[in-house]
């Protein structure tokens, strides 16, 4: 079992930064596949990023790509989302997921952790 924490969100006006922070329980964290997700109102929730179990490997989407940066450090259990260059819409509810070993990148279905979210509103 995995418990997942997320922090970091809050409201940044366009062109701004947010860390997003995601900590896990357990003792095996680099033994887990993490990403990241959004779903904003009305529609359905997002890939955004992802970092193989190894560290050595990320994948994004192509609507953050360049803006956004996943990391993690293993000693820490913690997964970490750079957002830069924040556009309104990017708005949205931010989700940590977990998937043990490796997952197909950009699908959802292969987490199987999810946290609670971190709200982050960017203004025009």
């Known amino acids: 079992q995995v418990q997942l924490v997320e922090s970091g969100g809050g409201m940044v006006q366009a062109g701004g930064s947010l860390r997003l922070s995601c900590a896990a329980s357990?003792?095996?964290?680099?033994?887990?596949?993490m990403g990241w997700f959004r779903q904003a109102p009305g529609k359905e929730r997002e890939f955004v990023a992802s970092?193989?179990?190894?560290?050595?490997?990320?994948d994004y989407a192509d609507s953050v790509k360049g803006r956004f940066t996943i990391s993690r450090d293993n000693a820490k259990n913690t997964v970490y989302l750079q957002t830069n260059s924040l556009k309104p819409e990017d708005t949205a509810v931010y989700y940590c997921?977990?998937?043990?070993?490796?997952?197909?990148?950009?699908?959802?279905?292969?987490?199987?952790?999810w946290g609670q979210g971190t709200q982050v509103t960017v203004s025009s």
């Open positions: 997921a977990a998937s043990y070993g490796w997952v197909a990148p950009g699908t959802r279905s292969g987490y199987k952790y």
């Open positions: 357990g003792r095996t964290f680099n033994s887990y596949t």
């Open positions: 970092i193989l179990y190894s560290g050595g490997s990320t």
